[in-house]
């Protein structure tokens, strides 16, 4: 484990890292965002760390994190409550690019599409679907969506209708975005794998690209990054090449699901995985950071128990076995994380309800049966309520509003 005191410090160690892809797993509130723009500051500043109004082929590096999605803002038209439309601030080098210069919406539009689960066009499945539908207007300045689908219309039959101007959902606008960043970093790597376009540009940053997003769009979009990343040429450095070639990419998460695909999609692609904890002395109000590398992805077992737990307490059929699920979970999460035991990551105020259960009821197979009480209701109270903190402290992607 590495410690940095600052994140420009922490930003220099990831620019030095001499394979092609860092993958950091880190909770909300690390600094994830705040280290992207210390890595761009490093990379595209001045002597000074001052961020230049560079042309796209002098960039050194692009990025996507929470500043590329506030390159978006809607105008709900509160007047009329009609004539809704989302803006695009084009002032951003990389949608000017990608839709003035490169003309590249229909792209777009196929892939938000695709997202959502929508068949392509010609596929005769389409006719019977949702459709959501991007309208890029006023030279890429604007886009309008519209809706449509089918209805019973006054004779009791099937019709296609159409809403338009209509505000689509957070998880949508979040897909329709990154479809243009992920369409924008498709091209930047077709382009620099061709003809070495792009000369100045050496690294990628992504932070987080998956908010609001169900478990299947996210799967896909790891799916699609990994791809993207193994096909950009790369040539590492070694003891005949003394400087790498190709894109390096940075990519922050505090999503396991995220992480634990990118973790095994990248495998074998020269790809360095770590866990990021930020630390705040409370006293002294001093900050670090903890960087540690890890060959270890905890979190496809993870999701696994967490879904037999959570069936489990939906129909109130917890059992003994659950506890001992419920303590391999804190164990490989704890594992993972750098903790010495498993116990530090419960919350404080339960660790000694919990050591009381473990020890002395549930968690030992190797003990009878008849040397152990049934689970009484309190038992099950205390479960819950220990399993809904666990999920909650670290950002499972899993919805636990039936627990109360």
């Known amino acids: 484990m590495t410690e940095f005191e600052t994140l420009e410090s922490l930003a220099d160690n990831l620019i030095s890292k001499k394979s092609k892809s860092s993958l950091l797993y880190a909770f909300n509130g690390s600094g994830k ?5 210390a890595v761009k500051e490093k990379l595209d500043g001045d002597e000074l760390g001052q961020l230049q109004n560079k042309g796209i082929d002098e960039k050194k590096i692009f990025y996507f994190n929470a500043f590329t999605e506030d390159l978006f803002s809607w105008d709900n038209d509160l007047q009329d409550d009609w004539d809704r439309k989302l803006n695009i601030n084009l002032d951003s080098t990389f949608l000017k690019y990608i839709l003035e210069d490169q003309g590249k919406e229909n792209e777009i539009i196929d892939l938000f599409q695709d997202y959502l689960g929508i068949f ?29 689908y089918t209805a019973k219309n006054g004779n009791g039959e099937d019709e296609r209708i159409t809403e338009d101007n209509i505000k689509i959902s957070k998880g949508e606008e979040n897909s329709f975005i990154w479809s243009i960043f992920y369409t924008f970093l498709n091209e930047v790597i077709q382009s620099k794998n061709a003809q070495d376009s792009f000369p100045n540009l ?13 478990d299947r ?12 990343i193994k096909e950009s040429k790369f040539e590492k450095t070694t ?6 070639s190709g894109l390096k ?18 495998k074998g692609d020269s790809c360095s995985r770590f866990v990021l904890e930020h630390k705040l002395d409370l006293t002294t109000g001093d900050e670090t950071y903890h960087l540690k590398e890890t060959s270890d992805s905890p979190f496809a077992y993870h999701l696994k128990v967490i879904d037999i737990i959570d069936e489990a307490i939906k129909v109130n ?27 530090e990551i419960i919350p404080e105020s339960e660790r000694d309800k919990v050591h009381r259960r473990y020890l002395n009821l549930f968690s030992h197979d190797k003990q009878s049966v008849e040397e152990f009480p049934d ?26 509003s039936h627990l109360h």
């Open 33 to 37: 965002t705040r280290l992207s723009m």
């Open 120 to 148: 392509p066009e010609g596929n005769d499945l389409r006719s019977k679907q949702q459709i959501i539908s991007p309208n890029f207007q006023d030279n890429f300045r604007t886009v309008k969506f519209s809706k449509t």
């Open 202 to 214: 050496k690294y990628i940053f992504i932070d987080d690209p998956v908010s609001s997003l169900d």
């Open 217 to 228: 769009k996210i799967i896909e979009m790891a799916v699609d990054l990994a791809s993207l």
């Open 239 to 244: 003891e005949t090449v003394h400087e790498s």
């Open 249 to 266: 990419f940075i990519i922050t998460t505090h999503h396991p699901l995220f992480f634990n695909v990118l973790f095994n999609e990248l």
């Open 317 to 343: 059929q917890l059992e003994k076995y659950h506890y001992n699920l419920l303590r391999s979970l804190f164990e490989k999460t704890s594992t993972f994380l750098g903790y010495k035991s498993w116990e």
């Open 375 to 400: 689970i009484t209701e309190d038992d099950k109270e205390q479960f819950k309520v220990i399993y809904k903190k666990f999920i909650e402290k670290y950002y499972f992607n899993k919805d636990i």
